[in-house]
């Protein structure tokens, strides 16, 4: 997309969003721990079409916050094609996770954190809002969901 392209419909940017969340692998992971010290890295995720899974260490910064804290916001690295997600996240045990989101996260990264000598846990992201503009021409009609609900 160039400066001079008319700015994307709701729709198309919610298409693209789906889109972006069906074959991106990585997403910036943003934490706090309850000091407010912020956390940030790049995690594996994969979608269900519900919710993102990603998988860490219940004992790093990361694991720790989305844990304890339940919320975090995602985003894609492009900084002229952002999506920002924010969720709230539950934790699931490498013996707890449902079976389907550990398989389809082995399906799409290549890794099973269950199978791992070191302990990892699963945390299910669930969408309370997202984000996506190109550039400024598109900021007004950037928020696609509230409250967990599609606005297009």
């Not at 997403?27 to 269900?48: H, K, Q, R, S, Y």
């Not at 985003?75 to 045990?93: H, K, P, S, W, Y």
């Not at 996260?105 to 996506?132: C, I, M, N």
């Amino acid at each position: 997309m160039t400066i001079t392209d008319p700015p994307r419909t709701p729709d198309q940017r919610r298409r693209d969003v789906l889109n972006r969340l069906e074959r991106e692998i990585d997403i910036w992971v943003a934490t706090a721990d309850a000091e407010g010290a912020p956390c940030l890295v790049a995690l594996w995720f994969v979608w269900d079409g519900e919710a993102l899974w990603l998988s860490t260490r219940p004992t790093n910064p990361t694991g720790r916050n989305l844990r304890d804290g339940g919320r975090t916001r995602l985003a894609f690295g492009d900084t002229r094609n952002v999506v920002l997600i924010d969720g709230e996240t539950e934790m699931f045990t490498a013996e707890g996770v449902p079976a389907p989101a550990a398989e389809a996260f082995l399906a799409k990264t290549g890794w099973d954190p269950r199978a791992e000598h070191a302990s990892y846990a699963f945390f299910r992201v669930r969408p309370l809002a997202v984000q996506a503009w190109h550039e400024q021409r598109e900021l007004p009609q950037r928020h696609l969901m509230r409250d967990g609900v599609w606005l297009v």
